[in-house]
């Protein structure tokens, strides 16, 4: 049984471009969170997503940042128009159901650099 | 919402000694407490967690306790090894479908020899 997988591992995006990273859950895991973590700092949550809808999204910039986890195939945070405070690891995480009963497990998370 | 403080920040013991690391949680609503290990460049991998209906948990060398009435959990790492020098992250999260888990800043443990 996989993990949870994120790619790329390492993204790269000069200023004003778009970033987009993407997270497969763990197989049964239909639940999905991404967390964002600056050097030497803690994990900030940002949005958290089930099979197409959005569930709590109160953690993520209200401009530029979207996420969606479609029915088929892999959640994706996107960013656009990318700036340097940008440059993060972002990680996404997966349970097979609310974290109130269900443990969460991270991917190996894409470390964005903005140029 | 939930705000989960950790203390302390760094923390550095020597091979063998025991390891504690406190965290704070403000939602008395909260009822999952896990605890996170994250090597340099490396995911948080979970290593113990405790539900609010337990005081203790223990697996081998590392134990969490929790006081639901202080409001405060902590981790308890015996024996110390190098291989424990991490960061480590508490969390908690509350009630509902909606639940998602809140990380404390993370606690730098570095073992020496």
Redesign the interface.
Same mark, same amino acid.
Not at chain 1, 41 to 45: A, M, P, Q, R, V
Not at chain 1, 98 to 101: E, G
């Given at each position: 049984n996989a993990g949870v997988m994120q790619n790329p591992r390492h993204l790269v995006r000069r200023r004003g471009q778009e970033a987009r990273l993407r997270c497969s859950p763990m197989k049964g895991h239909s639940h999905v !969170?991404w !967390?964002r973590q600056l050097p030497e700092?803690? /994990? *900030? +949550?940002m949005v958290?997503l089930q099979k197409e809808n959005i569930?709590?999204e109160?953690g993520m910039p209200k401009e530029r940042f979207s996420a969606e986890f479609p029915k088929e195939g892999p959640s994706i945070l996107r960013i656009q128009q990318v700036v340097r405070g940008d440059s993060a690891a972002y +990680?996404c995480?997966s349970s097979r159901g609310? @974290? @109130?009963?269900e *443990? /969460? +497990? +991270?991917?190996?998370?894409t470390q964005l650099s903005v140029l | 919402g939930e705000n989960v403080e950790q203390h302390p920040s760094t923390l550095s013991v020597q091979e063998g000694d025991s390891a504690v690391i406190k965290c704070t949680y403000s939602d008395s609503a909260s009822n999952y407490f896990p605890w996170y290990k994250q090597e340099l460049g490396k995911r948080p991998q979970l290593i113990i967690d405790i539900r609010s209906n337990v005081g203790e948990k223990k697996d081998q060398r590392i134990a969490v306790t929790l006081n639901k009435t202080a409001k405060h959990f902590s981790l308890h790492i015996t024996e110390t090894q190098p291989e424990d020098s991490a960061v480590y992250f508490c969390a908690a999260t509350g009630t509902g479908t909606a639940s998602k888990l809140t990380f404390g800043t993370g606690t730098r443990l570095q073992v020496t020899l």
């Open positions: !969170y !967390y700092e803690g /994990l *900030k +949550f958290y569930i709590d109160s +990680f995480a609310s @974290t @109130t009963n *443990k /969460l +497990f +991270f991917g190996s998370g | -």
